[in-house]
């Protein structure tokens, strides 16, 4: 079973602190995803990475930074958090379509808030 | 500008019966589609795709069925049970490309 874990599943920050959620794949997946869920909004894209050290971003990268120095891991970094941060946060990972293992696997997802 | 809607929030269904959630899109790139299941407190689960090759794919108590003239597809669970309660996304992708667009989820309760 893909397994993927995140750092911390509550999490409360200060307006201007730095925060790092933290994500882990088992799988030797090559994609990594971060998201972020609000209601009404549904699951939105923030950053994602094809390969180690490669990141693209995705539909609402303002404001965050990522992070992938080694395969298994994808960080996601919000420099200066802001009240507007507060949100859900999952990660997801998978593989290259051509292994049939394109579908993406979540994790338990972050809840975020920040003060 | 929202690429993929599901304009019901919610949907409440009696245990037994028919639960019927409907996803649109905008994008006529778009060719694989999934739904996902979420739970409180967990992260989305995968629970069927289709490709846009297909007008139906069916899986136990799940189908699901695209209609790409209509750009809409709809996610069937026959017959209805408790466990079923959660958000379900549909989402789509094109292509080999690795990036899921997603919709804002319905809110599905199964009552006894």
């Known amino acids: 079973d893909v397994k993927v874990t995140q750092s911390s599943r509550y999490l409360v920050k200060r307006t201007g602190e730095k925060v790092f959620l933290e994500c882990v794949q088992d799988?030797?997946?090559?994609?990594m995803f971060w998201y972020r869920q609000d209601p009404g909004l549904g699951l939105r894209l923030i950053y994602f990475?094809?390969?180690?050290?490669?990141?693209e971003k995705g539909d609402i990268p303002e404001g965050y930074s990522v992070s992938r120095e080694k395969k298994e891991r994808f960080s996601l970094i919000l420099e200066s958090a802001s009240t507007n941060q507060t949100s859900m946060y999952l990660c997801?990972?998978?593989?290259?379509?051509?292994?049939?293992?394109?579908?993406?696997?979540f994790g338990p997802g972050t809840r975020l808030t920040v003060l | 500008d929202q690429q993929v809607k599901q304009n019901s929030p919610s949907l409440s269904v009696q245990e037994g019966r028919i639960s019927i959630l409907n996803c649109d899109y905008t994008?006529?790139?778009?060719?694989?589609f999934l739904w996902y299941k979420k739970y409180p407190a967990e992260g989305p689960t995968f629970l069927i795709s289709?490709?846009?090759?297909?007008d139906k794919n069916e899986d136990g108590r799940f189908t699901v069925f695209l209609n790409k003239s209509a750009k809409h597809l709809s996610l069937h669970i026959v017959p209805s049970q408790p466990g079923d309660s959660a958000v379900y996304f549909c989402?789509?992708?094109?292509?080999?490309?690795?990036?899921?667009?997603f919709g804002t989820g319905t809110q599905l309760k199964v009552e006894l």
């Open positions: 997801a990972s998978s593989g290259l379509p051509r292994q049939g293992t394109d579908t993406q696997y």
């Open positions: 799988m030797d997946h090559e994609n």
């Open positions: 990475s094809y390969d180690v050290k490669m990141k």
């Open positions: 994008n006529s790139m778009f060719d694989y």
């Open positions: 289709i490709s846009s090759i297909k």
């Open positions: 989402a789509a992708k094109t292509g080999g490309g690795n990036k899921l667009t």
